[in-house]
């Protein structure tokens, strides 16, 4: 079956514009994580949504991130005035139930967002 | 903050050799996994340990969670250049559906 999307792949943008990252999860998977990775490092966790809330954004570095998810499927990343330091990797991950042992996250490959 | 600190962060061996990677925090996990990242990709589960002192097998490589759960280790046998990826232990908390990382292990498997 489908595994998940991240749309777009790679995005180059200037600073100070916004942007919009994409995640399309497994379906059926109520439970949706971003992550965010520099070259060759761990996960630094973002976010995450139950369904539509999100019991957990301690993670979002700035007030210039935000994330929803509607519908219980589809997130949205939004990052408003970019800055240099928020060139990375961006990757979602989902799975069939927050918090269980036996539902390991699904990532999606990530969009590389590079702010020049 | 629950923090998972892995050692080393790089490893390059030559291929036959063996080689342990640990994961190490000062909170207690009600879990704790394991995945591999290829360039490109997302990190792929290999384990998922639950239970205090638990070992489990994947044909040459052996993970191990402390007594205390509060560390895990990943142990390889005979590396392989197949085995090259990044590794990454995550912990997770059953009152919560956060899970951490740790920063990764890249290990480099030469022929």
Redesign the interface.
Do not use: C
């Given at each position: 079956g489908a595994g998940?999307s991240q749309s777009p792949s790679n995005k180059v943008t200037e600073k100070g514009k916004d942007v919009e990252l994409r995640c399309d999860p497994i379906s059926g998977h109520t439970?949706l994580?971003w992550?965010r990775q520099s070259l060759?490092?761990?996960?630094?966790?973002l976010i995450?949504f139950?369904g539509n809330s999100a019991?957990?954004k301690s993670g979002l570095p700035s007030d210039r991130f935000s994330a929803e998810r509607t519908g219980g499927s589809v997130s949205t990343l939004t990052i408003q005035r970019t800055q240099q330091e928020d060139s990375a990797v961006y990757?979602c991950?989902s799975s069939r139930l927050?918090?269980s042992?036996?539902s390991?996250?699904h990532?999606?490959?990530?969009t590389r967002l590079t702010v020049t | 903050t629950q923090l998972l600190e892995?050692s080393p962060q790089f490893l390059s061996i030559q291929e036959g050799e063996n080689l342990t990677v640990y994961c190490n925090s000062s909170s207690v996990f009600?879990?704790l996994?394991w995945?591999r990242q290829e360039p490109?990709?997302?990190?792929?589960?290999l384990v998922?340990v639950?239970t205090g002192g638990e070992v489990k097998k994947l044909k040459r490589l052996t993970f191990q969670f402390g007594d205390a759960r509060k560390d895990s280790s990943l142990h390889i046998t005979a590396a392989q250049p197949g085995d090259t990826g990044?590794y990454?232990c995550?912990g997770?908390?059953?009152?919560?559906?956060?899970?951490?990382?740790?920063?990764?292990t890249?290990l480099q498997v030469k022929p």
């Open positions: 998940v439970a994580y992550y060759g490092q761990g996960l630094e966790f995450y139950q019991p957990d990757l991950a927050a918090g042992y036996n390991p996250l990532f999606g490959n990530g | 892995q009600s879990s996994q995945y490109g990709e997302g990190p792929v589960l998922t639950v990044l990454l995550a997770g908390s059953s009152n919560t559906g956060k899970l951490i990382f740790g920063q990764g890249t």
